[in-house]
Each structure stands twice: as C-alpha cells, then as structure tokens.
C-alpha cells in the first residue's frame, strides 16, 4: 500500500498535474521514518570527530563519545580536544576555532530535526522526484535567509543527504551532510561544513557505532 502511495505521489510530483498530493501524510511517514531511526540510534554509542580550519591551518579538534540525550537528540561528552597545531594561537585561529564551534552547533539543529519540524519542511516545503530520490526544499525555514534541500529515498523514505545554506551572525554557513547506515539504522556519516566568509570549514565524521550492552 505505502509503495502505490509513493508511486502515485511520485508520477503526481513528475508531471505536476492537477491532483493534490497528501503532503500531510507524506511528512508523517518521512517523520515515522526518522523517528524509527532515532529510536534504532538510542541503542549506540558512537564517536564524533570535528576538525576545524582557519585559511587551511587546523585550529580546533574535537573527539566526543556521543548518545542520543532525553530529548531524542544527540547528547556529546568531549573526551579530548586541542586547538591550533602551532604551539600558541594566535587571536585571529582562536576566534576562528569559536565560530566554527558555533557553526556546528548552528547546523545541528537542521540535521537532527523534531517531528514537527519534519511535518513543517513537508508541508510548506517544495517536493519533487529525480529518479529514486524525493527531494524536500524550503526557504527561510528556520530564519530569514536560510535554504534547505533534504534528499530521501522514494521508496524506504530514508534520508540521503541534506544541503543546508543559512547564516551565522549575517554571514554565510553551507554544510553538506552524507548519510550511512550501520546495521538497520540509517545516520549521519558526514558533514562538510562551510564558512567562506570566515575562510573557515570544518569536518565532522561519526565513526564507532557499538550497541549498548
């Protein structure tokens, strides 16, 4: 039955006829999806790296034990971190090493998105179809000035990338997200994220998913 479901919404959003699609039920079954995965994810611990680099020189490292918090949401525990490679930092690296900590934290919040907020993206959000993928786009979602584009798999609705322009301070912050799956569960593999105007990026990689004993 799901599958009939997505192969008309599929033919629907391809020839963008007259037919209305059932965004609402179409959100909610994205949004069961992922709160499947999550409550898969609440079963691991894991490791999470971010490297951050100002003008091509690492200023900041960051290795985290990580778990899904009360919230539903990943929960980190630094277990170590260091700044610039050179011995003393300068004042330009140190700044630099603080606003990619705040780009990763800015960025977060459009990875690990709530229920409602999945509703929202699918709802008022743009939707098409590319050959196996179904793509959610949406402007000024979570501010002014932001862009987000989510790309699932049509017929499972799991989550492939997501591309995610918004801003930091009125500059701009692009990140890249690239999902894995590790057993059953489908999470973020990578983020590739992105502050031009800062000459700043910074690299996050979980790695080491092990089940909870």
């Known amino acids: 039955m799901k599958r009939l479901f997505l192969f008309f919404a599929a033919g629907f959003l391809a020839l963008s006829g007259s037919?209305?699609?059932?965004?609402?039920?179409?959100?909610?079954?994205?949004?069961?999806?992922?709160?499947?995965?999550?409550q898969l994810l609440s079963g691991y611990t894991w490791k999470r790296t971010v490297e951050g680099f100002f003008e091509g020189e690492q200023v900041f490292l960051s290795l985290s034990s990580a778990t899904?918090?009360?919230?539903?949401?990943?929960?980190?525990q630094v277990i170590d971190k260091s700044g610039s490679s050179l011995k003393?930092?300068?004042k330009k690296q140190a700044q630099a090493a603080e606003n990619i900590k705040n780009?990763?934290?800015?960025?977060?919040?459009?990875?690990?998105?709530?229920?409602?907020?999945?509703?929202?993206?699918?709802?008022?959000g743009t939707l098409s179809v590319l050959n196996d993928d179904l793509n959610a786009e949406a402007f000024n979602f979570f501010s002014k000035g932001d862009h987000i584009k989510y790309t699932y798999?049509?017929?499972?609705?799991?989550c492939k990338t997501q591309v995610i322009s918004t801003l930091l301070n009125g500059e701009p912050v692009k990140a890249n997200v690239s999902y894995k799956f590790v057993d059953e569960l489908n999470t973020v593999d990578k983020v590739v994220l992105e502050m031009?105007?800062?000459?700043?990026?910074?690299?996050?990689?979980?790695?080491?998913?092990a089940k909870k004993l």
Do not use: C, R
């Open 19 to 38: 037919a209305q699609v059932d965004k609402t039920q179409l959100s909610l079954d994205v949004s069961k999806t992922n709160e499947h995965n999550i």
């Open 68 to 76: 899904v918090g009360p919230d539903g949401k990943p929960a980190y």
């Open 88 to 90: 003393k930092s300068s």
């Open 103 to 124: 780009a990763v934290e800015l960025v977060s919040k459009y990875i690990f998105m709530s229920t409602g907020q999945l509703v929202d993206l699918f709802n008022k």
């Open 153 to 158: 798999d049509k017929k499972t609705l799991q």
């Open 196 to 209: 031009p105007a800062k000459k700043s990026k910074a690299n996050i990689t979980n790695s080491e998913f």
